[in-house]
Nanobody, 117 residues
């Protein structure tokens, strides 16, 4: 199993970034999502999407971030607009696998997003 995330970087406040995460080696994906861990804080959910297209967002990113997925490519995206310094964090891709008798969770390696004021 491999989760390959990319798209992080340094951006000025008000700017945009797009993260992507491609999963391989997973048989049945139930949902995919993004978490983040700001410096000195706990990891928190940013956004999630199920294989059926249902989405969930943290209140702090609603209206600014959009999660989407390409099920054929097992890839999840996070479009981040109107970024602020408070969005600075390491962003982690998360994938949930479900099939009869199996429930597993996988994490990507994390990608740094830094927003300068």
């Amino acid at each position: 199993v491999q989760l390959q995330a990319c798209g992080g970087g340094l951006v000025q406040a008000g700017g945009s970034l797009r993260l992507s995460c491609a999963a391989s080696g997973i048989v049945s994906i139930y949902g995919m999502g993004w978490y983040r861990q700001p410096p000195g804080k706990q990891r928190e959910l940013v956004a999630a999407i199920t294989s059926g297209g249902g989405t969930n967002y943290a209140d702090s990113v609603k209206g600014r971030f959009t999660i989407s997925s390409d099920n054929a490519k097992n890839t999840v995206y996070l479009q981040m607009n109107s970024l602020s310094p408070e969005d600075t964090a390491v962003y982690y891709c998360n994938v949930n696998e479900r099939r009869p008798g199996v429930r597993r969770e996988y994490w990507g390696q994390g990608t740094q997003v830094t927003v300068s004021s």
